[in-house]
């Protein structure tokens, strides 16, 4: 079984203008609901493809159960910790052939006693995982070390943990070697203290990064495509030519694929390849994380990854 583990959950509301200004009513030409707290959207994800996964978490008030009522219908467990608050609902602005803004607040009220009562359901659904799922952004009260013990834990066990965060939350989960670590450029220029000027020293620094602390690193550099290392190899990922409704969540669907090749032991560049098949389903939709299966299958055999 795949697990989940969102420390800051949240869903997103998505609307698709033409243009966005200030001071006038804008009609949207159309909209939809999404996942989108990491990793819970992996778990949707997942769903979709009729994977099974058990998601955990914080969560609070009505858009927390509108995210639980979204992942159960895709055939996620579900098991939260409630806490005061609200899950976050972030509104996506797409505007056609510009990109998209998400404007977000962090509503989630985390006690000591939420904390120690998400450890005990971690600890009990790591009895039967697979493969862990975590990252994202921590709520306010939720101590750094919170992916750094998660990670621990699944570690300890022999569990493999898709770790996805940035900043000071990624620096401290690293502490504990996750199987595998996603940042994107700005992310990883944020480790290196200095930004990469060719894919060339992208792949020098995921080098780093996997000797280092023995992780497996995906580098999404965008339109660019993306580059990775792991203990079976270093590898390019040629972008994929298609049509970008929304980039949101494009990213977590690599997350869902690579969990999905740890979890089954399949090879790491067959996670790639059904990982990044995902990611380019999810940028021909609207909603965050979500993606047509036909979509899914027309582009897994286009995946194009280059031995370096």
């Known amino acids: 079984m795949i697990v989940t583990l969102t420390p800051n959950t949240a869903i997103d509301y998505t609307l698709q203008v033409e243009s966005f200004g200030l001071g006038s009513t804008i009609r949207a030409l159309d909209s939809a609901w999404g996942m989108g707290g990491k990793a819970a959207d992996a778990s949707w994800i997942l769903g979709k493809l009729g994977i099974p996964s058990r998601a955990l978490g914080f969560a609070a008030g009505l858009n927390g159960r509108r995210m639980e009522s979204m992942l159960r219908e895709r055939g996620a467990e579900t098991d939260f910790v409630w806490v005061d608050g609200e899950t976050r609902l972030n509104s996506v602005i797409t505007v056609a052939g510009e990109g998209h803004s998400t404007i977000t607040s962090s509503s989630l009220k985390v006690s000591s006693e939420d904390l120690s009562a998400l450890s005990v359901r971690y600890q009990k659904a790591l009895e039967g995982a697979s493969c862990v799922v975590t990252g994202g952004s921590l ?29 000071p939350a990624l620096a401290a989960g690293l502490k504990s070697c996750p199987a595998l670590i996603k940042p994107n450029l700005a992310e990883l220029s944020h480790w290196l203290g200095f930004m990469p000027s060719s894919r060339s020293e992208v792949e020098q620094a995921a080098r780093k990064l996997h000797d280092e ?14 580059v990775a290392v792991s203990g079976e190899g270093a590898y390019f990922i040629h972008p994929v030519s298609t049509s970008v409704v929304s980039a949101a969540g494009a990213g977590d669907g690599v997350l869902a694929g690579m969990a999905l090749a740890y979890s089954r032991g399949e090879s790491f560049e067959h996670g790639l390849r059904r990982g990044f098949a995902l990611a380019g389903a999810i940028l021909k939709t609207l909603a965050t994380a979500d993606f047509r299966m036909e979509d899914y299958q027309e582009l897994l055999p286009q995946i194009r990854i280059t031995p370096l």
């Open 139 to 167: 709520p306010a009260d939720v101590p750094i070390e919170f992916f750094m013990q998660a990670i621990a834990q699944a570690h300890e066990r022999g569990i493999p943990v898709i770790f996805d965060s940035s900043g």
């Open 213 to 226: 602390y023995g992780t497996d690193v995906i580098v999404t550099l965008g339109e660019e495509g993306a």
